[in-house]
Antibody, heavy 116, light 108 residues
Framework: QVQLVQSGAEVKKPGASVKVSCKASGYTFTNYDITWVRQATGQGLEWMGWINLKSGDRGYAQKFQGRVTMTRNTAINTAYMELSSLRSDDTAVYYC?????????WGQGTLVTVSS | DIQMTQSPSSLSASVGDRVTITCRASQGIRSDLAWYQQKPGKAPKRLIYDASSLQSGVPSRFSGSGSGTEFTLTISSLQPEDSATYYCLQHNNYPPLTFGGGTKVEIK
């Protein structure tokens, strides 16, 4: 069965970077894009960007341009999202999702807390 | 970019009620719309894809309709376990993806 398993919760100081992983199983990794979405406490879902796992092509929401980098390691079926220059308002749960038209499978989420 | 306007932002209804949630796209998106249910502390769960196709395993009381710019999610007979927040997502001009603002459904 398709599974996306994300790395564990992180606590970071303002100005630091965080790298969240998303390990896929149960399907051919490079056949689908991975997208990243975040959700601050009590807020809605915010799209961050995508990566094509075969070509490595990627694109980011304008809000995150210059601060986010999405990568992948096809040898271990894992996608990554790195967010730099963290601020307190980056505190959120970060989700990876498989793009099958819409998002058909989601990771369990990774809580990133930014606090001094 | 396409904007998705979802309404209402919250509602309260009784068990057995028929509930309708609407998403309006800022431009036509054919049927490239999905609906998700999210419960606290959990990832979203896809209920409907391609505007009206029921995701496998999802109860038949959930249905979706619409195309172009107007879309509806209907719960035909609200159950206690349907208490959640619901989101629409358009993927017509992916990337980007655009979510609606969400509708919180509470049980009276």
């Amino acid at each position: 069965q398709v599974q996306l398993v994300q790395s564990g919760a992180e606590v970071k100081k303002p100005g630091a970077s965080v790298k969240v992983s998303c390990k896929a199983s149960g399907y051919t990794f490079t056949n689908y894009d991975i997208t990243w979405v975040r959700q601050a406490t009590g807020q809605g879902l915010e799209w961050m960007g995508w990566i094509n796992l075969k070509s490595g092509d990627r694109g980011y929401a304008q809000k995150f341009q210059g601060r986010v980098t999405m990568t992948r390691n096809t040898a271990i079926n894992t996608a990554y999202m790195e967010l730099s220059s963290l601020r307190s308002d980056d505190t959120a749960v970060y989700y990876c999702g498989r793009v099958g038209g819409s998002v058909d499978y989601w990771g369990q989420g990774t809580l990133v807390t930014v606090s001094s | 970019d396409i904007q998705m306007t979802q309404s209402p932002s919250s509602l309260s209804a009784s068990v057995g009620d028929r509930v309708t949630i609407t998403c309006r796209a800022s431009q036509g998106i054919r049927s490239d719309l999905a609906w998700y249910q999210q419960k606290p502390g959990k990832a979203p769960k896809r209920l409907i894809y391609d505007a009206s196709s029921l995701q496998s395993g999802v109860p038949s009381r959930f249905s979706g309709s619409g195309s172009g710019t107007e879309f509806t999610l209907t719960i035909s007979s609200l159950q206690p376990e349907d208490s959640a927040t619901y989101y629409c997502l358009q993927h017509n001009n992916y990337p980007p993806l655009t979510f609606g603002g969400g509708t919180k459904v509470e049980i009276k």
